[in-house]
């Protein structure tokens, strides 16, 4: 949680003042961060935690354990649809950790997105 802290503050959110930092952890036990990136045509802007996830699929990993999210709410922060999806790509059974305001709050990508989309193989 701390490295997503960190990463927050690395946020580029000129529009919504809304800071969000992730922290992804690896099958191989490296971790990376990423924060949200906002642009003046709001759907260009990027999640932190695709953010973290695309830094790590780049590096080369696809196996991803825990992911760490803070954002600067009262409340924890949950994921929107996309990193959901996102993250039930490479890891369906992923544990997610949101803490914010004192409050910890640990649940499944199954608890959040539990009829995920998926391509049939």
């Known amino acids: 949680m701390a490295l997503a802290r960190r990463a927050r503050r690395k946020a580029y959110a000129p529009y ?60 924890p922060l949950r994921p929107c649809g996309a990193c959901l999806q996102v993250l039930a790509e490479f890891a369906p059974n992923i544990r997610i950790v949101l803490a914010n305001g004192g409050t910890r709050e640990e649940l499944t990508l199954r608890d959040l997105l539990p009829h995920r989309f998926q391509l049939r193989r």
Do not use: D, M, W
Not at 39 to 44: E, I, M, Q, R, V
Not at 58 to 69: D, L, P, S, V
């Open 16 to 75: 919504s003042k809304f800071r969000v930092g992730a922290a992804l952890r690896a099958g191989s036990g490296k971790v990376f961060t990423g924060c949200n990136v906002e642009n003046a045509s709001y759907g260009l802007t990027i999640c932190a935690e695709r953010n973290a996830v695309f830094q790590a699929v780049a590096a080369g990993e696809r196996k991803f354990t825990a992911i760490a999210i803070a954002g600067n709410s009262k409340i």
